[in-house]
């Protein structure tokens, strides 16, 4: 599942396992529109996703280091086209820090001055300059309770979590704005 904020409107836009995309805000991921089908590239599955950041483009990123640009509905229309090689579509392939594998994060996001943070799930995170960080969860949860991170038009910090729960923070404490509330999900 992928979920960010769209500094052009502010909408909360969630990619489900299933293929279905919603749109809502954060405490209800799709009282605006959903859910409805959206299409990944050819050789990838929704499951394939680990993270979904928005930009001007939607950027997908797989859990096998690759990553596309598209829209909310196509995943890959903005991309040029790929190479094939043997018979197998060359996709991008992203950067991480030494020792980070792609299924260590739990966060990806722009604010929208277009700075780029990713999350990892041991405390850390790195911003696109390169710059390390570390970050707080609340109380009783885990970074591996993290569903995904999202940076709102303002620069706070959304964080959805496995338990139905978001938080707004910054990108180093989680919750320091506000606790813990819960999020209605499309498919409860």
């Known amino acids: 599942m992928g979920i960010d904020i769209a500094c052009s409107n502010g909408n909360v836009y969630t990619w489900h396992s299933n293929g279905m995309v919603s749109i809502g805000d954060s405490d ?12 990944v590239p050819h050789g990838k599955k929704p499951t394939d996703i680990q993270a979904i950041s928005i930009k001007h483009d939607v950027t997908t990123y797989y859990s096998d280091g690759t990553y596309t640009l598209g829209n909310h ?20 392939r992203y950067d991480l820090p030494r020792g ?23 405390g850390t995170g790195v911003d696109g300059k390169g710059t390390k960080f570390t970050y707080h969860v609340p109380p009783r949860k885990k970074f ?11 620069g706070d910090v959304y964080t ?15 919750d320091v704005k506000k606790s813990a509330y819960k999020y209605h999900h499309p498919y409860e």
């Open 73 to 92: 509905q196509h995943l890959d229309n903005n991309n040029p086209p790929h190479p094939v090689r043997d018979g197998v579509v060359q996709y991008l």
């Open 160 to 174: 959805w979590y496995k338990d139905r729960t978001v938080t707004i923070g910054n990108k180093n404490d989680l």
């Open 28 to 39: 209800n991921l799709g009282h605006r529109k959903g859910p409805q089908h959206y299409e």
């Open 100 to 122: 980070k594998r792609p299924t260590d994060i739990v966060g990806i996001s722009h604010n929208c001055g277009g700075e780029f943070f990713i999350w990892f799930k041991d």
């Open 144 to 154: 591996t309770d993290i569903v995904e991170i999202g940076i709102s038009k303002s």
